[in-house]
């Protein structure tokens, strides 16, 4: 569900090429093309530009804080994406080059930074990749090669050597030591910012029933991608080129990215009404490949494919309320999906009140 019209592009046009300008230490950018695509989400305003300074074009992405409502209860473009992909650049996790950053509002109104644009097919959401699209129109084979590449730039986020390349800036102390407790207060905070503090007729029981079964897994800290899922990653036929959008990155047992996965495969197939197509994995297949590919086994994958429909529900949760929408959320698909995993009934729009 994207944010329509925040700003025009004209409005920024002289202000990014004067800004351009100093970040690449050269005396004039020329910006030939500006587009914000209408796809552009609630949790950023994405920016496609071609900038031409030395008699070259550069194709760029520009990423920026958005102007309306935040999604997540707590964000720092700069340090979770910026730093994040920076940091990734020399590793074995395949992401788009990240030029400069700017921390200062007073430029464009919120934080943003700049990246370089690859070219490549992304997954899609809305149609889904399993109704329409490049993947759909692969065969069995290709698909099959696509899925694993797909999972393994997943496995490749998880055992990145976290503090050896220098991600100690995701501890978030304030929530506490890293780990179980840290990731509950952190979603103890996240469910308030997503109610307001009230009791939700779902998301409060499913979080209780969550903290009753967290395993004690504080033994294993790794990097955790947080929106892991291929509508994040870009391809050229079956094979990956970049992994992107990393909002959610956190420290914490990498499991939950595959719970991550998992919960989103199955909102992409059983909750949009399609099915798996011949060569993609199956839950047993995507948590048996990522066994194989980390070297250990996926012991509490049960509980983080349910700590991310919990998740996932909050986000709708704050999509609808921007949306001005905050009642149609008790009836979205992905609120069914995680009732039916704790065993309560679906609610009704009256259970809000």
Known sequence: MPVVGQRDPAEIQDTL??????????????????????????????????????????????????????????IDLIEQQYLSMKLLWDTDVPVAKVLWAEPDTSVLGQPFFVMERLDGLVPGDVPVYTSEGFVFDMTPEERARWARNAVGGMVKVNQVDWEAAGFQHLDKRHH?????????????????????????????PVFEKLLEI??????????????????????DGPELLAIFDWEMVSLGNAESDLGWWLFLQEFSTVGMGATL?????????????????????????????????????????????????????????????????????????????
């Not at 074009?57 to 920026?64: C, E, G, M």
Request: aromatic share 10%; net charge negative.
């Open 176 to 204: 506490g030591p890293l780990g179980p407790e840290q990731r509950k207060s952190y979603f103890r905070n996240y469910l308030d910012f997503a109610t307001g503090g009230e009791h939700h007729p779902l998301a409060t």
């Open 214 to 235: 967290w395993p004690d897994d504080g033994d294993l800290i790794e990097l955790c991608w947080g929106d892991a899922r291929p509508g994040n990653q870009m391809f």
């Open 17 to 74: 090429e004067q800004w351009l300008a100093q970040q690449a230490g050269v005396d004039r950018v020329e910006i030939t093309e500006l587009v914000i695509p209408q796809s552009s989400g609630f949790s950023n305003e994405t920016f496609l530009l071609t900038a031409v300074w030395d008699g070259e074009p550069h194709r760029l992405v520009l990423r920026s804080q958005p102007v309306q409502s935040l999604l997540f209860p707590e």
């Open 277 to 353: 197509l011949p060569g993609m994995l199956d839950e047993a297949a995507t948590i048996a490949l990522w066994e194989e590919l980390m070297g250990r086994q996926a012991v509490n994958v049960d509980f983080y494919k349910k700590l991310a429909g919990f998740q996932f529900s909050l986000v709708m949760m704050r999509i609808m309320q921007v949306a001005g929408a905050a009642e149609l959320a008790l009836q979205s698909p992905v609120l069914v999906m995680t009732a039916e995993m704790f065993g309560l009934p679906p609610l009704s729009p009256a259970a809000s009140g």
